[in-house]
Every structure is written in C-alpha cells, then in structure tokens.
C-alpha cells in the first residue's frame, strides 16, 4: 500500500496524529504529525513492514504509536498462510540492496511498488520456513548483539575524541607539561605579537597597491587599517596562567570565500573547486572532486586559492560550521562561495586552532548559537571573526597539538578496525542468508508439503478473488 500525499501545510510539530514519512522508516519514530482529516486505511500500527521509495530503499518494522503513512512510504502485508513474515523481513533487504544497486539516477533514486511487487522470493516449503526463521533469529540475534557492541564502542571512541579536544583547549590535557615549562613568551604577548604582524603584513599589501598604481602614498593612508574586535572576555571562563582571550579575526590575516562568478568554468579543466562536501571534521575529504577552470587573470583566484595550514569552514548549507585544516601543499584548489578559507597570521598555529574550532565545547558551540536560516543554516564572515580563541603560549600549543594528533591516531587505528569488524559482519550475514535459501542452513523434511503445492494453494486463492471481483452478482450487490 503507497502512502497518501498529506497536505503539508497541515503540518505540525506538536499537535495531531503522528505522520511517518520517509525519513523515519529506519528510526522508528516521527516528530511530524498531521492535524487534517484522513481516511483509517492509510494507519500505520506498530509491527507494520515499511519500505521507503526513495533514497537507498530502507525497510524497516514500525515500532512506535499509530501514525498516518506518508507519500513516498509504502507498507506491506504479507499472508501469514503462505509466508512467514519473519523469513521476510530478513530476506527482503537484499533484494532491495539490490534493485538500489541496479537503479540510476542523477539525483535521488526512485522504487515504484509494481517494482516491489514483481520481487521474485524464494519460496521453501512452509514448515521449512518456519525453521528457517526460528534459526535466522537465532544467528541474527547474536551478531545483531556484536554489531551494538561494536557501535557503541565507536559511540564512545567519539566521545572520546571530543573529551579529548576539550581538555586540548581548556589546558588540562597539558597541565602537568605546563608545570615543568615555564612560557618563554606569554599567550597575550604573542597575540601582541600577532596584531602587530598583522598590521605590519596589512601595510604591505597597500605599499604594493599603490606601487602597481604608480601612484604615491596619500597622507594618512595607515589610518585606513581596521583593528579586529578583541573579544568580550567579562563572561569567559578563567584560562590556565599564562593564556589569553583572542578573538579568531584578531589571528586572521585574511577571510574570503569563493567566487560566485565561476559557473561558466565549472566541470571542466584541472582546477578543484573545493565544495561544502570536502570539508570534514580536522581533515578535507577529496574523494569527490568537482572541476573547474577560470581564467588565469581572473581577479578571484588568488584569494580564493587554498594554501597549506588554511582552515576551511563550510558557510551555508547542512553541513554548516564544519572546519578542517589543509594539511599538505595543494595544486590549484579554490574555495567555493560555501566554504570561509581562513588564513592565520601565525600559519604555524592553525592545528591548534583547528582544535578549538571542532571543539565541541568551544568552536562548535558558538557555530550553533550564531547560525541563523531555519531553511539554510549560514555563517557571516562578521561571525567567523568574532569566535572566541583560548590562547596558549606558542610552545604549549606545539605540545597541545603533539598529544591531540598522538591520541588521534590511536582513535583512528580503533575506528579503522571497528569499520572493518562491521564489514565482517555484513559479510557473515550475507553468508548466513545465502545458507538458508541454499538448503543449507536448516534439515529439509521430505515429510514437509513441497513449494510446489503451496504455490498451487497460493494460485488457487488468488484466482477465486479475482474471480469474486469479476461476478456480475457481486456488482448487482454492491449497485
């Protein structure tokens, strides 16, 4: 059964009868609910197989209140008689695995019901069934139960990470290391230091503009300099002796973002236009590339151009205030108008502060409570600037930086053996369902009613129904 196209501007949040749409298929349970009228046959009730059309085609059993089946959400009712319903739930996975593989589509892939109904099962003799199901909930039991473990070991490994972030850039994680180095150089000294390059760095850039210009420098031009706002420090938590308060725009030589101007250039050349989806947690994600090729003399290219030790923060869209740190020396990659590329005075700190803005506690707090557009979540470069930096020392942020990047790597050997237990999993599941509709996985009764015959009784009943709509003296009946 599809589900019915609800009227979205009956819509609620709160009040209403629950509404299952695609997304909720494998969470079970819906915020949405719906406030018009509707008809009792589009009830979904807890147990109910529902199959989601678009997207990867999740299947999945109900397992919350009575809800109203949404458009683009099917649900399922197999006979009891012919099929036992458990056999179904684990096999039918697969078989939509496998249409999803077999399906293109540019954007997102579509599943009619005629395609679910035309699913070719295996039928095995029922009694057969019902072993098979009794030992499939066994098997499936157990490795269901090693792969929560499995999850939730990542669940803490994640924790972790960002426990670990935390204590990075509120001193903790170096209290003792502090203990035994004494600064050389104070963290308000260096952003003393900072500021000053920076204006230094600022005047230099106006030097070369007005010598391109042939022109001489008019009175007062230094005045022109914009001093970046320090942050409010009245409500701050107390940092560790030795740290200061800075704002990310006070360690900024420069903030830009992409051109919007490129979409004559885009899917062609070289040149990677680096989009929101590149940006990733600590470190960029190239495995999508998208190319673009403007103009060598075109005026946006050097300041949209990634350089190694920028920081990335993705500006619009789902995604919105996810940093990274370029890492390593790039060829001809340029920011797209989604994504801040940020360049700091002291390129030498970027990892540190790296770590503060994927800071939980930090960074990505104050991203949340600054993104606004309910509909498309979005930073202002006035946003970026004003974050707030807790400031070490130079030397504590090398030793912040060297025990983050060695507890990292540790996680990511975890994480890399968690995925890979997962992929067994997966694997000896597979294995287990080819065993059972091989024979192989449960004794064969030859006392058993064949297939055969039960597929007879199937047809047979089918062919009465039909035959029942059919009948003149059932319209007469119905007229």
Not at 358 to 387: C, I, K, T, W
Not at 444 to 449: G, K, M, P, S
């Amino acid at each position: 059964m599809n589900g019915f196209p609800f009227d979205s501007a009956q819509f609620s949040n709160s009040e209403g009868i629950p509404l299952v749409r695609i997304r909720d298929v494998v969470s079970g349970e819906t915020r949405t609910f719906y406030v018009g009228a509707f008809d009792s046959s589009y009830v979904v009730r807890a147990g109910d197989l529902l199959v989601g059309m678009d997207g990867d085609f999740n299947t999945a059993r109900w397992r919350s209140a009575d809800a109203l089946l949404n458009q683009r959400v099917c649900k399922i009712e197999i006979d009891a008689r012919f099929y036992v319903p458990g056999l179904l739930d684990r096999v039918l996975p697969a078989y939509l695995g496998a249409i999803h593989a077999e399906t293109s589509s540019v954007t997102v892939k579509h599943l009619s019901s005629r395609t679910i109904e035309d699913i070719r099962l295996p039928l095995p003799p029922l009694a057969e069934q019902h072993r098979l199901a009794e030992k499939l909930d066994e098997l499936f039991t157990e490795l269901d139960a090693g792969v929560a473990e499995l999850l939730a070991a990542q669940k803490k490994l994640a924790q972790y990470r960002q426990s670990l972030l935390k204590a990075a850039v509120e001193g903790a994680l170096t209290a003792d290391w502090r203990a035994v180095h004494p600064p050389q150089e104070s963290g308000e000294a260096l952003l003393a230091r900072i500021l000053q390059e920076r204006r230094a760095r600022w005047e230099a850039r106006q030097l070369d503009k007005f010598k391109a210009q042939g022109k001489a420098p008019p009175k007062g031009w230094q005045t022109k300099y914009t001093e970046p706002l320090s942050p409010q420090t009245n409500e701050l938590p107390a940092l560790p002796q030795g740290w200061t308060w800075a704002s990310l725009g006070q360690l900024l030589e420069s903030l830009s973002s992409g051109s919007r101007d490129w979409s004559p250039y885009y899917d062609r050349g070289s040149c990677v236009f680096v989009m929101a989806q590149n940006v990733r947690a600590w470190r960029p994600d190239f495995s999508f590339r998208q190319f673009v090729d403007p103009p060598l003399g075109d005026r946006d290219r050097a300041r949209s151009e990634v350089k190694k030790d920028d920081l990335l923060v993705t500006i619009v869209g789902a995604n919105t205030g996810q940093v990274c740190r370029i890492d390593t020396e790039l060829d001809s990659h340029f920011v797209c108008q989604s994504v801040a590329l940020l360049r700091l005075v002291q390129a030498d700190s970027s990892e540190y502060v790296n770590a503060v803005l994927n800071s939980e506690g930090h960074g990505q707090l104050q991203f949340r409570e600054m993104n606004y557009g309910a509909g498309r979540p979005h930073l202002s470069f006035d946003q970026l600037e004003s974050v707030r930096i807790p400031l070490p020392p130079f030397e504590e942020q090398l030793e912040i930086v060297k025990q983050v990047e060695s507890a990292l790597t540790a996680t990511k050997q975890m994480e890399s053996e968690f995925v890979h237990l997962c992929r067994q999993a997966a694997a000896q599941r597979q294995n287990i369902l080819h065993s059972a509709f091989t024979g192989q996985l449960v004794p064969q009764d030859l006392a058993d009613e064949p297939a055969s015959a039960l597929l007879a009784r199937i047809r047979a009943e089918r062919a009465e129904v039909e035959a029942a709509k059919k009948s003149p003296g059932r319209k007469k009946a119905a007229a």
